[in-house]
């Protein structure tokens, strides 16, 4: 493989150049840099102004996002991370898990590879680690978002952000974006997996719960809710589940508008006022434990099924850093690298 290779012959006032090298950057969504209201803030606004995220008419939405909810949210979602926050290492678990991601990945790639590591709203950003792999000779990057799923309100706006890096370099390098792995045979073959390891004994039904997203996104050509389902569907399969046992649905709402259904919290009061005592919960769209997962699943719709009748809600894990799912995104990874690397 190509290494850094410095300009030869070149004038004694030249710049220092290094190119040559190919790099991996693995992105995901984000997260707040410390557990203080302020991190929380920052990390809150960066993200909601997002105009993929939230596209409505800024002069209509950013007076609603810095006069209300930036003044009342903050505390609750601090309060929030405060249950899952990984007090060991100081950090949220989708920022260790990316880290240690990158980090296994790095131990079974080629070697002279440069695998990094950022997020989409926070630190570290993608701007700043894209212009340490530049520093590093890399004239040829690889995107990696980590959503399974396509959507442009996440794998969409983890490329817009190096796009707009790129914009600015007098020197750009050859940018490739791996594409969603929604439907790769490994990716399922992991989360059967995980769910033969983790669901519980006598479990009575397991909720397929994914990030939810406006119907509207849908019906403008997003291909989330097609890509979420084929996920489910190959997944019951490998298990021999049928969408009674196993359904699908959409958490995480947000803001007053119609959005993906079932939502996964209407389905497990569901489970509890028929009478189910055992039920479980997996996200594949989610290949890090996050809040979503931890907090929002894991905690808050655990409650909620005890206060209809349950009894107890497993929550599965998510992929992480397992050794599963790093030799699922080594094979992804490579097959990316194709003419790239030998």
Not at 72 to 79: F, G
Not at 130 to 153: F, K, N
């Amino acid at each position: 493989m190509d290494m850094v290779t410095p300009l030869t012959a070149a004038p004694h006032d030249h710049p220092n150049v290094a190119y040559g090298r190919v790099g991996v950057l693995l992105i995901n969504l984000g997260t707040p840099e410390a557990l203080t209201d302020q991190s929380v803030r920052s990390y809150l606004a960066e993200f909601l102004s997002d105009r993929r995220v939230v596209d409505y008419p800024a002069i209509l939405w950013q007076p609603v996002l810095r006069g209300i909810i930036l003044n009342t949210r903050p505390k609750k979602t601090r309060a929030a991370y405060g249950k899952i926050w990984d007090q060991e290492t100081d950090e949220s678990p989708l920022r260790r898990h990316t880290r240690e991601q990158a980090e296994k990945l790095r131990a079974v790639l080629p070697d002279g590879l440069v695998v990094d590591w950022a997020m989409r709203y926070g630190v570290p950003g993608i701007a700043g680690r894209l212009d340490g792999m530049a520093e590093e000779g890399c004239d040829r990057i690889l995107l990696v978002p980590l959503y399974p799923q396509y959507s442009a309100t996440t794998t969409g706006t983890a490329n817009d952000a190096a796009y707009l890096w790129a914009m600015k370099q007098a020197w750009q390098p050859a940018l490739r974006t791996m594409p969603a792995f929604h439907d790769d045979p490994g990716l399922i073959e992991a989360l059967v997996g995980t769910c033969r390891e983790h669901i519980p004994e006598g479990c009575e039904r397991i909720i397929l719960s994914f990030h939810g997203l406006p119907q509207r996104y849908f019906r403008a050509g997003d291909p989330y809710h097609c890509h979420c389902q084929k996920t489910a569907r190959l997944l019951r399969e490998a298990m021999g589940w049928d969408d009674q046992f196993a359904p699908t649905a959409f958490q995480s709402k947000f803001g007053p508008e119609k959005w993906l259904e079932p939502s996964t919290e209407s389905l497990v009061k569901a489970a509890g006022e028929e009478g189910l005592k055992k039920i479980a919960v997996i996200t594949p769209g989610f290949v890090s434990d996050c809040i979503e997962t931890l907090e929002e699943v894991g905690i808050g719709l655990a409650e909620t099924f005890t206060e209809h009748g349950g009894e107890e809600l497993a929550a599965i894990p998510c992929l992480n850093a397992s050794d599963d799912f790093i030799e699922v995104m080594r094979k992804l990874i490579l097959r990316e690298l194709s003419g790239w690397i030998s």
